[in-house]
């Protein structure tokens, strides 16, 4: 009897999605300007005024917008044409970079504007993110779902390692303009290309037709009864606050303790960005993944160990890979992330479900004032040392006594109707 012939690696599974392969790339090109963004704020802001709590502010308001508006940028998943609500917040990110561009090049930039550049992008991401990641559902089967969101985070990852260290480049080459210029490159083709894919149009439910006040309601009811959705929240809540915004401080370090150029500043910005890579390369060949929540512990923690060890590094040599280390582990919190409330969620509620978790992503601006306000006080290191060390407690902690991250994420996973769904979830009179 002849064996049955064995199938090859599931990594690139989702690429045989038309959709999805012109999801990627607009997806990819639209984090890449992200990266960009922060990375030439960041250093603008550092030139501008030396401070390192200012260069945090970079942070912060580029964060606030998931923290004021993030519930309700995924009850606008829920409600709106996806197509068109990533078209609109692609074109605002492209009007305000243009915007930025100009003022770069007639030397009138102030520090504001690097500000008011990071909350208008921020406000965009808020209603982005949701909608983005919503559409891997409607693509996929529930068993594609993880190599998508896996695939999506290579993208996602990349665009650390790349964004960074193309904005870097472009300053040290040409200046801050140039970096600019080729951010709002990236803006363009990621419209162009959410332009000409053909987005599923998702099916309406009765309750939203209910008032908005309600709808956001019924989002915090329903992952609050979710077990594995509400863990997942949590320690969102802990890596944005206290892991997430040592990015702030690597150009203070880079310049301060290293030493190095805004070249050299770039390449270690985006650094964690090849260790996530392959970390979500992995993750995507798995095929069938049952502990999801194992791998979002394992990683944050992972993540947060690497962070400690780079702030008591005091050479680039050690630093650099340091930091791809780190990436790696992030790599399992952040692929992990929207994948398990995408699982989990009912239909008519995985927009707002993934609007709470972006609210918990809000918790970012709060670890930007944090971290800015003692690395003022004290030194940057010190400040990334405080916020990383309470975090590998604070994760071991999530993860003994909340069972549903160890527990198969098939348990977890909402059955019946998206209506009988909603129902449950919606609070008494």
């Excluded at 990594?11 to 990375?39: E, G, H, I, K």
């Excluded at 942070?59 to 609500?85: C, E, K, N, T, Y």
């Excluded at 930039?109 to 909350?119: D, I, K, Q, R």
Aim: hydrophobic share 50%; with cysteine.
């Amino acid at each position: 009897m002849r064996p049955r012939p064995t199938r090859g690696p599931h990594t690139f599974d989702a690429f045989r999605n038309r959709v999805f392969r012109l999801m990627w790339p607009a997806n990819f090109c639209s984090y890449v300007t992200r990266w960009m963004q922060l990375t030439l704020l960041s250093l603008l802001v550092l030139n501008l005024t030396g401070s390192p709590f200012r260069v945090a502010l970079v942070g912060f308001f580029a964060m606030a917008p998931l923290l004021a508006f993030g519930v309700f940028g995924g009850l606008m998943a829920d409600r709106l044409d996806r197509r068109h609500l990533l078209l609109g917040t692609q074109t605002a990110t492209l009007a305000a970079s243009l915007t930025m561009l100009t003022l770069l090049i007639t030397d009138k930039v102030e520090l504001w504007h690097a500000y008011g550049t990071a909350l208008t992008t921020g406000m965009a991401w808020a209603f982005d993110m949701p909608a983005r990641r919503s559409i891997a559902h409607d693509l996929f089967p529930r068993g594609g779902v993880t190599n998508a969101m896996a695939l999506d985070s290579v993208g996602m990852h990349g665009s650390r390692m790349i964004g960074p260290a193309l904005a870097g480049g472009m300053i040290t080459i040409a200046g801050f303009s140039a970096g600019y210029a080729v951010a709002c490159a990236f803006y363009a083709v990621a419209i162009f290309f959410v332009w000409i894919a053909d987005i599923p149009k998702r099916r309406h439910t009765p309750s939203e037709s209910s008032s908005i006040a309600r709808n956001l309601l019924e989002g915090f009811v329903y992952v609050k009864s979710n077990r594995l959705i509400f863990a997942t929240v949590v320690v969102t809540i802990l890596m944005n606050l206290l892991l997430f915004p040592y990015v702030q401080m690597i150009p203070v370090i880079a310049r301060e303790t290293l030493g190095v150029s805004e070249g050299l500043t770039g390449l270690l910005m985006g650094a964690d960005g090849l260790g996530a890579i392959v970390g979500a390369i992995a993750i995507a060949s798995a095929g069938s993944v049952r502990h999801h929540g194992r791998i979002f512990v394992g990683g944050s923690f992972v993540g947060l160990v690497m962070a400690f060890v780079f702030a008591n590094s005091g050479t680039y040599s050690i630093s650099l890979p340091v930091l791809i280390g780190l990436g790696f582990g992030a790599s399992g919190f952040g692929t992990m992330q929207g994948t398990i409330v995408v699982l989990a969620a009912s239909d008519g509620m995985r927009g707002r479900a993934l609007g709470v978790v972006s609210l918990a992503i809000g918790a970012g601006p709060i670890g930007a004032l944090i971290i800015g306000a003692i690395a003022e006080a004290t030194s940057p290191a010190t400040a990334i040392k405080l916020l990383s060390g309470t975090g590998v407690a604070a994760i071991i902690l999530a993860g003994l006594l909340m069972s549903a991250l160890r527990n198969p994420t098939e348990a977890h996973v909402t059955s019946g109707s998206a209506d009988a769904a909603e129902s449950n979830a919606r609070p008494a009179a």
